[in-house]
């Protein structure tokens, strides 16, 4: 019995360091270069506008009939939408029937008021 263990040893251990030979140990992935930052799209450098419409029209298909997609859509205290827009775009707005009012957004603060 020793013999014949003695005899497959070997072998195995053969068999063992082969199989060990045969994996491949993965390179190192390398790293990726830097990716630049995406331009922002056009419309994102215009200015957000604050559109109001007459009661009986529909402030989401207003502004698809200027090609925007609103940032919001008001329906109770305001009647509107805001939306960024480009300069041709509120000059869109001003010639359409049923547009009340269009502002530039901007901040706004009570701190210093009357100073």
């Known amino acids: 019995m020793a013999n014949r263990l003695s005899r497959a040893l070997p072998v ?9 030979a045969a994996v491949t140990v993965p390179e190192p992935v390398p790293r990726a270069a830097p990716v ?16 109001t419409v007459r009661r009986d029209l529909d402030p989401a298909e207003v502004a698809q009939m200027v090609g925007v997609t609103p940032v ?15 300069p041709g ?3 869109a707005l001003h ?14 603060s009570s701190f210093g008021a009357g100073v």
């Open 36 to 51: 630049a930052p995406v331009a922002h799209a056009e419309q994102a450098d215009h200015a957000t506008y604050i559109v």
């Open 12 to 20: 195995a251990v053969a068999v063992a360091v082969a199989a060990l």
């Open 95 to 108: 010639a359409m029937p049923g547009v009340e009012a269009i502002e530039e957004d901007g901040g706004a």
């Open 72 to 86: 919001h859509v008001f329906r109770t205290a305001l009647h509107g939408f805001a939306a960024r827009l480009s």
């Open 89 to 91: 775009q509120v000059a």
